[in-house]
Structure formats: C-alpha cells, structure tokens
C-alpha cells in the first residue's frame, strides 16, 4: 500500500505530493506546525488524508511538550487544535479529526489522568483515526464495487486515492475493490486543473496498481460522455451537507451535470467523518480561494499575460440533484439524503 503519512521514531513522514509523480521524496514533520505547513501548502491533501495528518500533528506537538502541569498543557493544546483548523477551511474530516482529539484530550484530563498519561492517549487516539480511515476506506470500496459492472468505464475527477486517505482511497477504493473482484476496469481520470491532482497523483497511483488509466484533460470529459466512453463517474468529497450536497475539487459540478445529460450515474464515495449533519445545505460549505500562482502558472512559466484578474476556488459544490448515490463504509445513500444520511450518521458500523 502506499505510504502517505506514517509515524517514524518521533517524526511524521509524509510523501510529498506536490512533487509527484516526477520524483518521489518524503518530508519529515518534527513539530505541529511543519505539520500545519505540511496540510496548508499540500505536501499533504484530500479530506481523509488531512484529517489524519492534523491528528497526528496535536499528538506530535503535544509529545514535544515540556510543560509539566496540565493548565499549561491545555493551553498548548488548545493553541495547536486552533493552528491545525485554520489551515483549511472545506474539508470537514479536519474539523472531525481535531474534535476527537479533543474529546479524548478532556475524557483523559476528566479522568485525572497525567501529562503523560494524556500524551499518550493522544497518540493512541491519533493511531486509530489513521487505522479506521483505511478500515473505512476498504469496506467503502467493497459497498461501491457491487455498483460497478463488469468492464466499466470510469471517469473520477481529483485525487480520491490512497494519496487523499491513509490508504486505498474512497472513489479508488471502489475502483480497486472492483478490480480486486476481477472486473475488467478502465479509468478516465480528468487532470483536475489546477493543482493536477489527477494527471499528477490518480494516474501514478492506477498505473502502479496496473489499472488501465486514461488521462484527459478537464474540458474532454463531456465529449467523452457523449462518444459513449463512460459508464459511470465516482468521485469523493471534502464535505457532504445533510441534505446531500457535495463540495469536492473544482469541476466536479459540471462533471455531475454533464452525467446526468448522458443518463450516467453519478457517486460520490466518503466516509461518514465526511458527512456534516450541521451543515443543512450547500451553500453553507465553505469554499476554499486559493492563491493565483496555482492558476497563472503551471511550474516555473506564466500561463497568463500580467494585469488579468484570477479567481481560484478550490471546490465547488454539486446539488443533491445530480447525485446518484453517495456511498459510505456503513453501505449506500440514496435520496432523499436528509434521511439515509441521518440513519447512516446514527448507526454503528456494520461488521
Ligand atoms: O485540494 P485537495 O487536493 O485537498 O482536494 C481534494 C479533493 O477534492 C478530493 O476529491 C476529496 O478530498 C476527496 S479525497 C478522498
């Protein structure tokens, strides 16, 4: 399995997205904040992926503690749960994540447990958010391949992989659960201008599972639907409202859309810490703006002449609408949303 994020000694390693598939490197995190760094400049990416980083981030920082009282500790810990929820503002699996650890930071504290004690409750918290994620990720793809027939064409849009999650990935874990099944699989992976997490990080992942891949670019994915080359999209999610809504990487919206003209369906697959009951719909999703340099250049050479505006908002958001299914490691959502994903919310997972 690929290794997006692991613990060594008392570091945090992380493969460094930004620089694949051309090289292969790792940066190494000895503190909360290169962490922090880490998810803000997208060494690291992908909703489940952050989530797990951001933990692992407040365990390592506060395993660097020195304070030796716990009124000292708290407010150290406080500080490194703000710094890691104001790295970025869509995917609602880091605001997930930190709410664990918070609530096994004041289960311990409660319980008069130790400094010590505390640190490492931290940390065993942090492993299973990490552990849980490929679990979930797993039973996701075994739910989503029952939706895939045998020699699909799929087109995903992003990065959904085993990059994005601690491993196996949502959308790719359903198109690898699929080819695990024996199915004849074939993937279109739209590049997903700007940052090209598709060209970049969807194909280097398929190619290294030995999944027939096809990179197009972002505006080729409507032809392709119309020539007949795709029989159904998935892709995954930075965060899913209650009435489901889906916001996920910029462009997402017009691959729903142009789906649903072509009577393809549409999934959306995401763990349950994606689904946020709090938000009732879309357009409380707040939306990441970038900055213009990922949009102006590609590499080191300006693609626009000086003095044009620029907009980059990182995701956009797709109606429920367009969706048809979303599913999750505690089995699939149909609409209406507000109540298969309520019941899902509540439920324990299956065994
Ligand atoms: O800006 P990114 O690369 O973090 O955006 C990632 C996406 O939009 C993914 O599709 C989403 O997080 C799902 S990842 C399993």
Redesign the pocket.
């Known amino acids: 399995m690929l290794p997006t994020i692991d613990w060594k000694d008392d570091t945090i390693v992380m493969i460094d997205q930004r620089k694949l598939p051309g090289v292969e490197v790792y940066v190494t995190c000895r503190t909360a904040a290169e962490v922090a760094k880490a998810i803000k400049t997208?060494v690291i990416?992908?909703?489940?992926a952050?989530g797990v980083a951001a933990a692992m981030g407040i365990a390592l920082g506060m395993r660097r503690s020195i304070a030796t009282g716990t009124r000292q500790f708290t407010t150290e810990f406080q500080k490194t749960c703000e710094m890691m929820a104001a790295t970025r503002p869509t995917?609602v699996n880091l605001f997930w994540a930190i709410e664990r650890m918070k609530r096994g930071f004041a289960e311990s504290a409660q319980g008069g447990c130790s400094v010590d004690e505390i640190k490492k409750r931290l940390e065993a918290e942090a492993r299973r958010i990490h552990d849980e994620d490929v679990e979930s990720c797993r039973t996701m793809g075994a739910h989503g391949a029952a939706l895939v027939p045998q020699e699909a064409r799929i087109l995903t849009h992003?990065?959904?992989g085993a990059l994005?999650?601690a491993g196996y990935?949502?959308?790719l874990g359903v198109v690898r659960a699929a080819a695990e099944q024996g199915k004849k699989i074939a993937v279109l992976a739209d590049e997903t201008r700007p940052?090209l997490?598709g060209a970049r990080l969807t194909a280097w992942e398929l190619v290294k599972d030995g999944i027939d891949t096809t990179v197009i670019t972002d505006n080729m994915a409507g032809a392709m639907m119309r020539l007949g080359h795709v029989d159904l999209v998935v892709?995954?999610?930075?965060r899913i409202a209650a009435n489901g809504d889906v916001a996920?990487?910029i462009g997402t919206y017009g691959v729903a859309v142009l789906a649903r003209e072509h009577g393809i369906p549409f999934y959306v697959a995401?763990p349950i810490s994606t689904v946020d009951l709090d938000t009732p719909d879309g357009s409380k999703i707040p939306i990441e703006e970038r900055n213009d340099r990922e949009v102006t250049h590609v590499g080191p050479s300006r693609m626009t002449p000086e003095g044009a505006h620029v907009r980059n908002p990182?995701?956009d958001v797709t109606p429920n609408k367009y969706v048809t299914a979303i599913i999750t490691e505690r089995g699939i959502a149909r609409a209406p949303y507000e109540e298969s994903l309520a019941e899902l919310a509540s439920q324990a997972v299956k065994a």
């Open positions: 997208m990416r992908g909703a489940p952050i995917a992003c990065n959904a994005a999650t990935g949502t959308a940052f997490q892709v995954g999610a930075d996920n990487k995401a990182a995701f």
